[in-house]
T-cell receptor
Framework: EPEVTQTPSHQVTQMGQEVILRCVPI?????FYWYRQILGQKVEFLVS????????KSEIFDDQFSVERPDGSNFTLKIRSTKLEDSAMYFC?????????????FGEGSRLTVL | SQQGEEDPQALSIQEGENATMNCSYK?????LQWYRQNSGRGLVHLIL?????REKHSGRLRVTLDTSKKSSSLLITASRAADTASYFC?????????????FGKGTRLSVIA
């Protein structure tokens, strides 16, 4: 069964360092998302991406964050200069169509720990 | 805020009992979805109910939607230990095709064998 895959599963980094989280969405999906979940808290929307551009972003997604789809398969989230409060699980998700009735398929997440 | 808010925050039941989780939201929706998350794992879609539907079933799951009260409930019948997980409702913030899903805080369900 097709699935969304994310790497790395866990990354530990020093504050101020750049981090890139990678995702391979399901191959025929067209809409891509990043969400994050601070431990024990709710799942928060970061950004949506379609047709090689950002569709919508939340207040969390500030200038320190960026996304790109460099090669038609990978979908990456970059944090330029990590802060302690960036420690969280980051989930990539995709869906096949833009209809609101489409379910999101989530990856297993990348746990980011900023020291 | 559009986001759903689930209650209770945590629920502990015996295997075989039914589990009911509730979700409230604030603005009009096109549909409401429920997702499940096992500890430390990704979210898995369970069921979607459209705004013009009042009830929907899928296996041991029953979802209701009351748009006049802006609320939904998820019922898991004959619960099993494997149902232990967090359950989230999610809504979209507008009618557009690609508006992102916004999740509530979730209900942590523990089913004791």
């Amino acid at each position: 069964e097709p699935e969304v895959t994310q790497t790395p599963s866990h990354q530990v980094t020093q504050m101020g360092q750049e981090v890139i989280l990678r995702c391979v969405p399901i191959s025929n999906h067209l809409y891509f998302y990043w969400y994050r979940q601070i431990l024990g808290q709710k799942v928060e929307f970061l950004v949506s991406f379609y047709n090689n551009e950002i569709s919508e972003k939340s207040e969390i997604f500030d200038d320190q964050f960026s996304v790109e789809r460099p090669d038609g398969s990978n979908f990456t989230l970059k944090i330029r200069s990590t802060k302690l409060e960036d420690s969280a699980m980051y989930f990539c998700a995709s869906k096949v169509s833009g209809a609101n009735t489409g379910e999101l398929f989530f990856g297993e997440g990348s746990r980011l720990t900023v020291l | 805020s559009q986001q759903g808010e689930e209650d209770p925050q945590a629920l502990s039941i015996q295997e075989g009992e039914n589990a009911t989780m509730n979700c409230s939201y604030k603005t009009s929706i096109n549909n409401l979805q429920w997702y499940r998350q096992n500890s430390g794992r990704g979210l898995v879609h369970l069921i979607l109910i459209r705004s013009n539907e009042r009830e929907k079933h899928s296996g041991r799951l029953r979802v209701t939607l009351d748009t006049s009260k802006k609320s939904s409930s998820l019922l898991i019948t004959a619960s099993r230990a494997a149902d232990t997980a967090s359950y989230f409702c999610a809504t979209t913030r507008g009618p557009g095709g690609n508006t992102p899903l916004v999740f509530g805080k979730g209900t942590r369900l523990s089913v004791i064998a």
